[in-house]
């Protein structure tokens, strides 16, 4: 049951006003949110959500009465947050109304921000990779480029990553994380300085330690962090250290069985709507790695299609 305190009128050194709305403590902006629940709720169909349609209906949608239900709140509660009234809704009100009215991510995260809340995020993480990412990694035809999850599974690749990284990428490999291949693979085929690659591994076992508090629910978080703390006494020894981050550039070296050693910056941007990243290897201009690099696009590429 919900319980409804009293609504305080906030002192007078509150009373800022910015577009029309308090922006004190308690700064919502009412109107807005009221409007934007109201659209929400006139687009679904009551079949949408399993309801039958009982009645004649004046308008299109759900009804008030009906979105209290779905949200659990009563339906008072619910006339005065459409209308612009009524007490300041918490986090878990907003999530209630999330679910009950079909909304998106983007969705969810407006009406975090209306009422002034921290948007929460999904207890798995996402693998589905927009289709804007992959044209691009499409249009990197001269760049290896891969797209990886919060704990970096790699999740889509262009050509140019494939003929880069052939033990990781291969259509055989099982396991294409990039921590695991770090920490329990040795890397495979990469040859990185003793100190750089020292500095990779805590950078690694920072962001896995962020990806781990904010998916606590995910098996593929919980699994991963297991088998490397079995496998790994060097991850075990980082992951006591708890220290957190994230990072968006290092220096790969690779040593590559077709075009030979190859000296690389590594670029990882962040997409924070799905918490993945795309990471590009690129070659600094007039330098034998950018032949190389270039080489491989013809020679690497090649092999693939043998």
């Not at 008030?64 to 918490?90: D, F, H, K, N, T």
């Not at 909304?103 to 009422?115: F, H, P, T, W």
């Not at 490999?173 to 003793?194: K, L, Q, S």
């Not at 990806?211 to 991963?224: E, I, K, Q």
Request: hydrophobic share 40%; with cysteine; charged share 30%.
């Amino acid at each position: 049951m919900l319980v409804i305190g009293k609504v305080v009128s906030p002192m007078p050194w509150c009373d800022r006003r910015v577009g029309g709305r308090m922006a004190g403590v308690d700064a919502i902006d009412r109107t807005e949110l009221g409007s934007f629940l109201r659209r929400c709720r006139e687009r679904i169909r009551p079949g949408d959500v399993g309801l039958e349609i009982t009645g004649r209906r004046r308008t299109p949608g759900l009804r008030r009465q009906e979105v209290a239900q779905l949200a659990g709140m009563s339906i008072g509660y619910y006339i005065q947050l459409e209308q612009g009234r009524g007490p300041r809704p918490s986090a878990q009100i907003v999530e209630a109304l999330a679910r009950a009215l079909r909304m998106s991510d983007d969705e969810r995260g407006y009406a975090s921000r209306l009422v002034g809340v921290q948007p929460r995020r999904p207890d798995w993480m996402r693998r589905e990779v927009r289709p804007g990412i992959l044209h691009v990694l499409d249009q990197l035809t001269d760049a290896p480029a891969l797209v990886c999850d919060a704990v970096f599974d790699a999740l889509a690749w262009n050509r140019m990553a494939a003929a880069l990284l052939p033990d990781f990428l291969a259509p055989s490999a099982t396991d294409r994380n990039v921590i695991w291949r770090h920490f329990a693979d040795d890397g495979g085929t990469e040859r990185i300085d003793p100190v750089d690659r020292a500095r990779f591994g805590r950078e690694l076992v920072a962001q896995l330690r962020v990806a781990a508090a904010r998916y606590r629910s995910d098996p593929a978080v919980t699994g991963l962090v297991e088998r490397l703390q079995q496998h790994s006494e060097e991850f075990r020894t980082l992951w006591e250290a708890q220290d957190v981050g994230s990072s968006h550039s290092t220096i790969k070296r690779i040593d590559h069985p077709a075009v030979g050693p190859l000296t690389l910056d590594c670029e990882a941007l962040h997409d924070p709507d799905r918490d993945q990243w795309m990471i590009i290897y690129t070659a600094r201009p007039g330098t034998p790695d950018r032949d190389a690099l270039r080489l491989l696009g013809v020679v690497g590429t090649q092999q693939l299609t043998e």
